[in-house]
């Protein structure tokens, strides 16, 4: 049979899912141990429906404009993976991710990154969502200093996944990195053994 | 919009640039080919033979797909998306390795058939293109190889040159062969695939792959075009169309021929005589090709200038009869040759029939001289003994190849042995009824024919005691002759017949049968007297069981009365004691009722002193119940061995009135065992039958 060279995190979980299964259920629990800690202070770090201003705080009607803030989907949004993505445009893959997947979540997280969008006001033309259409000038300056600071971590500025890896100080990723670095050593010392079957 | 999240374990992953890269690079590479295929030459000529080669593709890798099927379905194999599987393997197997498919299906369906699995077969067939590589053999003798192999012939593995010793063939079972040609050829398929004559064998792949697909193309536009007959409907329409133009070339051409034929003007004006034949001639030349047309289609076609119905019926029935006449006279030939046949075949069978009866005779020729056939008769002549008779029987049939009869023979042989073996476990030693019966008659038979020749006397009577000879060694062989009475009574006359046969030639082997049978009947005598005997020792056994029952009964009768007598006693002792207590004078009670009691005692132990008296005691020395430590006296034998002083052995003559014999015996102190007893009374019963009873003995009456 021709020598098998695993390239990349999708043929490794793939070759460990098929040849290895309890490797490849090994890596998942440690991984799932490392990143756990970080979602569970992200979690920590989203503020109550009371904390947040008043004009995102839920209400009875929606003008299906822009989401309002409920600090329970926000922190169910505050997840983790431990499954292999799909390529980003550069073609890059992750073994595991934490993710801040609510709409009101990722506003929290991230806005003000940039800074305050252009004004433009409700009158201006075009469809762009880059440009701010409020009323008055410095809505979005007022709603991102309303929000608080941003807290720089290694993998990117945020009020709450962000702030917890920052928080966290590496431990999950060295952790992470250990898992996989193990999981892939295991799998070759195994395949250099004899050859692999599948498993059934 | 992106969601913000935090990756960990990022890689880069160049498996879908790769795979892009790589169809782009087949992609480029199959219209390079199929642009240089087309490019030949873009002559019409050049694409119909690639229409043709690429039709024949599709038929010969749909057949070998087919195929594959089929074996998947005779295997049992196909279930699920077996085949599909199975397919796909192939054309996987055909872009990685870059061998064509049309090998790698029957090597595939070759392993399959030896194998009886997909997964051993897809395992073999990687093994086999590793060797394959290695080896520089082609792909379809590898497999057949590893077929072999698998099916236990090592030995086609060697002439591969995979490196393995004969020794190592030999010893190794398959699985640890496969193991090292696995090891042996580890990535040379991948490794040769790779190699420049890899990638062009893979362009030819990719080349007869496009080649299948335009033959399927045009095998579905050929179809679409028959309409709802489908690829029969397109075929049919092509044969008729074929013929159409056939039909209108050949029209054209007369069509030419007939307008070239017709005279100008300018033929008219300078030789019209010779125009107008000209045009006469090639008008009948068309019209007799014409009507050749017409016979070639046996009268199917009607041209413009042809021949009428009429004309043509006749022509049909002249064709039918034609036939007719020619299938009758093949017909005659072939019953001609049929019987021919027949006749060979008779004449063979006749001849056959011949030599073998030539040969049968010659046969029974030959056993006049064959010394073991002359042997064996003689044998057979000289022993009456069944046993003996059948083997020698089956000898001789075997000697004359007669294998039915010597089968028989062995099977009687057979039943006897199985009946004198059962005989013997019924305790029957000697020669059985129907043997003897048998051997009997045999000798009678004998002594009469020899009785009834023209022998001289002596001659006669030497025939007489071979005979005799043989009637005793039959016996002799069988278990001698049991006790007369053992037989029947037709076998007993046929002894008395044969002793007084034998009485009458009293010599030499006649006067031995005379003592065999002399023997048997003495034997049956004594059989008699031992048989009476045996009756009068039961009878008497008998007599004196019943007399020693009779005294053991009288014995515990008294220990009965003995016990009860003494517990009224007793009883009654009691009753006086208790009678005293209660009255006054307690004391003269007292005194009187023990003067009672040892009256009664005194009276009970002299009437059980008087009844045991009269029994006679059979134990001495035991106990007797309820007496207090009493036993039973014995019987005192001073002197065993001589006459018995304590018994009367003579008759009790006071009792003559009996017819029984009655013995006395003394009462006293007997003294001596049970044993003791029971031997005198044996003794005195054995005097008794000695000497017989009052009306058996002798002198007694």
């Known amino acids: 049979m021709p020598a098998v060279e695993l390239r990349g995190n999708t043929d490794l979980r793939k070759a460990l899912r098929s040849f290895t299964p309890d490797l490849e259920k090994a890596l998942r629990k440690e991984l799932g141990a490392a990143l756990r800690p970080v979602v569970k202070q992200a979690r920590g770090f989203a503020p109550g429906n009371a904390e947040i201003m008043r004009g995102w705080q839920a209400r009875s009607f929606s003008e299906a404009r822009f989401p309002f ?51 433009v006001g409700p009158k201006a033309g075009g469809t762009s969502h880059k440009v701010s259409r409020s009323n008055w000038k410095g809505a979005g300056e007022q709603f991102i200093e309303n929000l608080g600071p941003l807290t720089s971590s290694l993998k990117g500025r945020g009020r709450l996944i962000f702030k917890a890896w920052a928080a966290n100080r590496g431990v999950a990723e060295g952790a992470a990195m250990r898992a996989i670095d193990t999981a892939t050593k295991d799998f070759n010392a195994r395949a250099a053994k004899g050859p692999l079957s599948k498993a059934a | 919009m992106a969601l ?52 024949k593709a599709f038929v010969a890798d749909d057949n070998a797909a087919r195929s594959l099927g089929i074996t998947l379905k005779n295997l049992g194999l196909e279930y699920g998306t077996t085949a599909t599987g199975v397919n796909n393997f192939i054309s996987n197997l055909e872009k990685q390795t870059g061998v064509l498919d049309d090998e ?67 010893a190794s079972s398959f699985e640890q062969i496969q193991t090292r040609l696995t090891t042996l050829f580890a990535g040379q398929a991948s490794s040769a695939a790779d190699s420049y004559a890899g990638q062009m064998n893979k362009l030819t792949v990719a080349t007869n792959n496009a080649k299948e697909a335009i033959g399927l193309g045009l095998i579905t536009a ?32 007369r069509l030419f021929k007939f307008f070239a034929a017709v005279p100008t003007i300018f033929e008219l004006a300078t030789d019209p005589v010779a125009a107008i034949k000209n045009y006469n001639r090639v008008y009948d030349q068309l019209e007799a090709l014409k009507k050749k047309d017409v016979l070639a289609s046996n009268g199917s076609y009607v041209g413009s200038t042809g021949f009428g119905r009429n004309e043509q019926n006749k022509m049909a029935a002249a064709a039918e009869a ?163 009475g053992y037989y029947d009574e037709r076998t007993q006359v046929e002894l008395t017949y044969i002793a007084k046969r034998a009485a009458l030639d009293n010599y030499g082997s006649a006067q031995a049968t005379l003592t065999k049978i002399a023997l048997s009947a003495d034997m049956a005598a004594i059989d008699e007297v031992s048989l009476a005997q045996a009756l009068a020792d039961e009878s008497r056994t008998n007599s004196m069981i019943a007399y020693i029952a009779l005294i053991d009964e009288a014995k515990y009768a008294a220990f009965d009365l003995a016990a009860a007598t003494a517990a009224a006693a007793s009883e009654q002792a009691y009753a006086i004691t208790a009678l005293a207590q209660a009255n006054a004078d307690a004391q003269a009670l007292a005194d009187a009722a023990n003067a009672a009691s040892i009256i009664a005692a005194a009276e009970a132990a002299a009437a059980a002193a008087a009844i045991i008296a009269a029994i006679p005691p059979v134990v001495p020395g035991a106990d007797i119940p309820g007496t ?74």
Do not use: C
């Open chain 1, 69 to 119: 803030y409920d600090a329970a989907i926000v922190k169910s949004g505050i997840t983790y993976s431990t499954s292999v993505g799909k390529p980003n445009k550069n073609g890059f893959t992750s073994m595991a991710r934490i993710i801040n997947k609510s709409a009101a979540g990722s506003i929290y997280e991230i806005a003000g990154r940039i800074g305050p969008q252009p004004w």
């Open chain 2, 4 to 55: 913000p999240e935090i990756n960990i374990g990022s890689k880069f992953d160049a498996k879908g640039f790769k795979q892009a890269e790589t169809a782009t690079q087949k992609l480029t590479k199959n219209v390079k080919s199929l642009a240089g295929a087309f490019g030949i030459a873009f002559g019409a000529r050049a694409i119909v033979q690639f229409g043709k080669d690429s039709l």
């Open chain 2, 104 to 170: 790698l299906r029957p090597a595939m369906d070759r392993l399959l058939r030896a194998t009886g699995s997909v997964y051993k077969a897809q395992k073999l067939l990687n093994l086999a293109l590793d060797i394959s590589a290695g080896t520089g053999k082609d792909l379809t003798t590898v497999t057949q190889g590893l077929q072999k192999a698998y099916l236990g012939n090592n030995a086609s593995l060697g002439r591969l040159g995979v490196g393995l010793s004969k020794a190592e063939l030999t």
């Open chain 2, 222 to 253: 050929l179809t679409e075009a028959g309409g709802a007959n489908g690829f029969a409907g397109a075929t049919s329409e092509v044969e008729k169309f074929g013929g159409v133009i056939r039909d209108l070339i050949v029209d054209l051409g």
């Open chain 2, 322 to 484: 034609k036939k007719l006449a020619a299938d009758k006279k093949v017909a005659a030939l072939q019953l001609a040759a049929q019987k021919k046949s027949a006749a060979a075949i008779l004449a063979a069978q006749k001849k056959a029939e011949a030599a073998q009866k030539n040969s049968d005779q010659t046969k029974l020729a030959s056993y006049q001289f064959d010394l073991k056939q002359i042997t064996i008769a003689a044998a057979l002549k000289n022993t009456y003994d069944q046993d003996t008779k059948l083997r020698l029987l089956a000898m001789q049939a075997i000697e004359k190849d007669q294998g039915q009869a010597a089968l028989d023979y062995l099977k009687q042989l057979g039943i006897l042995q199985s009946a004198v073996q059962t005989d013997k476990l019924k305790g029957i030693e000697g020669i059985s009824n129907a043997s003897l019966h048998a051997i009997n008659m045999e000798l009678l038979a004998e002594l009469q024919s020899i009785e009834a020749s023209k022998m001289s006397e002596k001659a006669k009577d030497e025939a007489k005691m071979a005979a005799y000879a043989k009637y005793n060694d039959a016996i002799t062989k069988q278990g001698e002759l049991m006790s007369l």
């Open chain 2, 628 to 701: 207090g430590g009493a036993t039973i006296p014995g019987i005192d034998v001073p002197d065993y061995g001589g006459a018995l002083s304590g018994i009367n052995l003579n008759p009790n003559r006071a009792n003559d009135a009996y017819s029984a014999p009655v013995i006395n015996i003394n009462s006293g102190p007997l003294l001596g065992s049970e044993e003791t007893i029971a031997a005198a009374v044996q003794l005195a019963l054995q005097s008794l039958n000695r000497q017989g009873s009052n009306t058996s003995y002798a002198g007694a009456i």
